[in-house]
């Protein structure tokens, strides 16, 4: 089992960017798939994206991969969501996850979750 946090959201306008930070701590970083999901209100959680343990394998959510970028730093146990062009229905919660499944994007796949982090964007 792993314990994740994630950080970095906020308030943007519409245009706007954020970058959202998982840390990891517990069992070995490197060898999970980990993901981020996020879920608005009134609606279900939904996958964003997963990056591979070694960050060479990316799946992104085909509404979001040309503004959404995940990445990892194995060395700092820490992932990352790069968002762009933020448009107001990214308003979500957003959840980083990890699982032993190799880039699944099934979120009943992943064990760990995170507390979540608001992102919220003005229009």
């Known amino acids: 089992q792993v314990q ?12 706007g960017s954020l970058r959202l ?13 980990m993901g981020w999901f996020r879920q608005a209100p009134g609606k279900e959680r939904e996958f964003v994206a997963a ?16 503004r959404f970028a995940i990445s990892r730093d194995n060395g700092k146990n820490t992932v990352y969501l790069q968002m762009d062009s933020l448009k107001p229905e990214d308003t979500a919660v957003y959840y980083c996850a990890a699982t ?24």
């Open 4 to 15: 994740l946090v994630e950080s970095g959201g906020g308030l943007v306008q519409a245009g």
């Open 100 to 123: 032993n499944a190799y880039l699944s994007t099934d979120m009943n796949r992943f064990r760990s979750w995170g507390q979540g982090t608001q992102v919220t964007v003005s229009s």
């Open 21 to 33: 930070s998982c840390a990891v701590s517990g069992r070995t970083f490197s060898g999970y798939t």
């Open 51 to 66: 990056i591979s343990w070694t960050g060479g394998s990316t799946k992104h959510a085909d509404s979001m991969k040309a």
